[in-house]
């Protein structure tokens, strides 16, 4: 109970009722219209995973990895190629590497220190973005997927995305929050076509929200741990 108590010693009022009404209203929405026990499961364990990301906690891993096996599962049943490959060939061998890579760069609250990207490094990361999404598209159509351009653009994002979040930077978020727009756009187009898509709709949504406070966090995580460095240095 002890270890508990410490680990939500830092969160503020704010992080913990989002983390609470986050999963409620989700579960809440998924049991009225009925939709399946892995997506709920699925849905829950993303929102659990990205508010302790946006917190800046190792621990999103976990979770993030239980995400990702049932949300690879939920694809391929909705023929969406594009994030079943994703899902199960990069982000959980990366939510691994994260998990290591994060537990070595902690500061002394325990969050993760973060980092930023040059004006250069984020013109590499948009530039990639769009050869990416390009290329993948015209391969998802020759295997017959579905909504090509929006499963192509998704799973190319995540993986530039993901890539910034294991190196701690806090661009990420920019990326997290587009791919989020996206998702909602295409499960949205799926409702009433995917006994899914209402709990798969909500989550992305939450997501949403979650990656605005992300950034805003991570913008903030990096300038305190930078005041705290520079502060370290003066005194030695």
Aim: aromatic content about 12%.
């Amino acid at each position: 109970m002890q270890t508990l108590k410490n680990y939500f010693n830092t969160w503020t009022k704010f992080e913990l009722s989002w983390l609470v009404c986050s999963n409620v209203i989700m579960l809440g929405v998924g049991i009225v219209t009925r939709d399946p026990i892995l997506a709920l499961i699925s849905g829950s364990a993303g929102v659990i995973s990205v508010v302790l990301c946006a917190k800046g906690r190792v621990s999103n891993y976990v979770f993030a990895t239980l995400n990702s096996v049932l949300y690879a599962y939920i694809c391929y049943q909705n023929h969406l190629f594009g994030g079943m490959t994703l899902h199960l060939l990069y982000y959980i061998p990366m939510n691994v590497i994260g998990f290591i890579a994060w537990n070595k760069r902690k500061d002394a609250q325990g969050d993760v220190k973060a980092l930023r990207l040059s004006k250069k490094g984020f013109t590499m990361v948009v530039a990639g973005l769009l050869i990416g999404t390009l290329g993948y598209t015209f391969f998802l159509q020759a295997i017959g997927g579905k909504l090509s351009l929006l499963d192509a653009y998704i799973a190319i994002n995540t993986i530039i995305a993901t890539y910034l979040t294991v190196s701690r930077y806090a661009e990420q978020w920019v990326l997290w929050l587009a791919g989020d727009v996206v998702n909602i756009i295409m499960w949205s187009l799926l409702i009433g076509k995917s006994p899914q898509a209402a709990t798969m709709l909500i989550m992305w949504s939450a997501y949403l929200i979650n990656s605005s406070y992300g950034l805003y966090n991570w913008i903030r995580l990096n300038k305190k741990q930078a005041g705290e460095s520079q502060k370290i240095a003066i005194e030695k």
